[in-house]
């Protein structure tokens, strides 16, 4: 029996977490791999209460179809949000409510992607956003990610030579680098891409989660011209699957509502409904400090304990999110250093999948939230055994 | 400021429900247009206690990031009850859960069709599922749909002329005509599709809501090649948003699991958790028959109006599901009939945007699970009296 499969569904490139997911099994292994939220510092209690409310007070509702761009009044929600973070003015109805902000790669490629665009993307980049745009065939073009945002003179000469369809940047604490883009180098972006048709799209899940430094200003700041997609994955729980996108363009807004339609018809309002009373009934403000207070610690510990004994490696010190990034000496492949480490009893991310251009093949991703500071001492020092076998 | 949207994006026809959204909102409407489950037949109490069950026993997993493919227990359920009703053998690895069984389709798309292929549907079919599909951009062919099943000679000049990607089938309680296939046009669909490489879609959201008669056989009983798509949507709830795609070709699930992940990395894990418990702890089969007792009692209000007031109108009987079909005299053009129906206090579905080929104007989609009996009688004298004006 064979089957044709579509043209589309050859070109998604493979998740190394997938393919590695059997080896991360063992209990004893000590993960910095997936991007996992620690699950102590869910608000299960609170997210029990919401729960419980919704379905005493409104089951009939909660339970039943619901609009396609989502509940009112969670919406409501994001959109004051970002008056009182960044002062900017978003109304409800420019926000799409989506199943994570994954979802709303898939909804931008499905309105905006023909097949054969180029779409630029920060090199290294987010995986899953290069899976997702994937399905509708575009070529991709990286861009040299500096230590404070985006290189602009590289980005020009990519705007100016390819004319991508768009530009996806995660400015906060980058996936997988942890890098965060300062103001002016968002500034120079948006710049560099003023009266192009180049859509910009920030993607946004960790923002919140800082424990250093001070907040950086969206790129929907500095023009309208700039989609912006959130996600209560990080600051609230990732399993609802809830995000979200916003588009203050009406003909955008309008295209994106109707691919979500087509897609799944809505986002769960049960879920909706629950995180709306989350949000109203809660200190939800303190409940991201606390993550973040927890995620620091976890930061320092890996950043002291990559000091103390991986002292050959370069690596990022991010302010916030959930990642770093670590660089080792040029004659280390860490995707050959990976079933090493596996062995000594810890898994990393290679870095190579992250590169849509130009591959460093002795780079890799730690991600520090998901694991107590003591045993990121005891990944970190297992991981310095790995690397030692490698050198000999 | 202009932007460029994809070319499928312009395909995508519109919905006649969301595009008389406005005029649906006076409450003293009595609406037949949408396909709304009964919400007082929800199972409110025993969701809330396994909403809380999961959250007390569970809440780490449950709020946690989960499996692409979905929660191993709760697809033990969905092959098990294949199992129980029809005797057929599914494994839980052949089982994929969606955002609802809408999310179904988008995935086939993805997975399956090219730009330019042919997409074979009855005629007429779901206009959901023309919409998803549309964002693949097939050309969609119409097989004449009979009183018992789709038209098996029509079927076999279609597959031999255009060589279908795919057909499309709700073979229980169709949408829109509340017609069920026998066995006998079931088993003459799989004859003709036999050594062909049309993939046979069951879209079944409905089957196991039947309220007279005998159930018939899923197409997957008959061939290993058929895709079958459920819902938890009419027999729980449909703000979850969940439903399952089975696929026991390893190649083609591999790729649904691919694309799935690429979508949105996964469905709710809580959702998930909820339905797993609500369907452990509960006897789900008495609610589901239950919703059925209730609907044949709306089902039967329905056809005694229309047999008291319209008796120019021919019928569908549905022996389950949550549709009829109306056929009024060809003189009678719905599309004309709806304003002059809505200022009457009545809302039906126009039945020409069902249709992907020959257009039948005189027909119509009417809804009976989201009114009492009192109500149904009143809306149907209220659809009578416009018919009336509308033949002056």
Redesign the interface.
Known sequence: ?????????EH?PP?FL?EVFNLLDDPNLISFA?G??N??L?P?DA??QA??DT??ES????????A?EGLRELREIVAQSYKVKDNIDIDPSQVLV???S??GL?LLG??????GDVVATENPTYL?AI??F???QPRFVGVHLAEDGLDSSALAQVVAEEAP?LLYTIPNFQNPTGITYSNEARRRVVEVLHDT?T?LVEDDPYGEIRFEGTRQTPFAKYT??AVLLGSF?KIV?????LGWIIAR?T??YE?LK??K???????????QHVMYRYYRDNDTQAHVETIALHYKQQKDAMIASLTEHLPEAKYTNPEGGMFLWVTLPETIDTGKLFPEAVKEGVAFVPGESFFSGEKKKNTMRLNFTNATPEQIQEGVQRLARAVARYEQ
Chains 1, 2 share one sequence.
């Open positions: 029996m064979t089957h044709r499969f579509s043209r589309r569904i998604v998740s997938r997936a996992l939220p699950p102590n869910f299960t997210f029990a729960a419980a379905l005493k089951a009939g509702t909660a339970l039943q179809y619901g396609t989506t199943n994570g994954q979802q898939d499905k309105v905006l992607i023909n097949d899953a899976q997702a994937s399905l509708f369809t048709e859509m309208d011209r994955s729980a990732p399993g609802l699957r363009d003909s955008l295209r109707v691919a339609q087509a897609t799944d018809l809505h986002t769960s309002t049960f879920s």
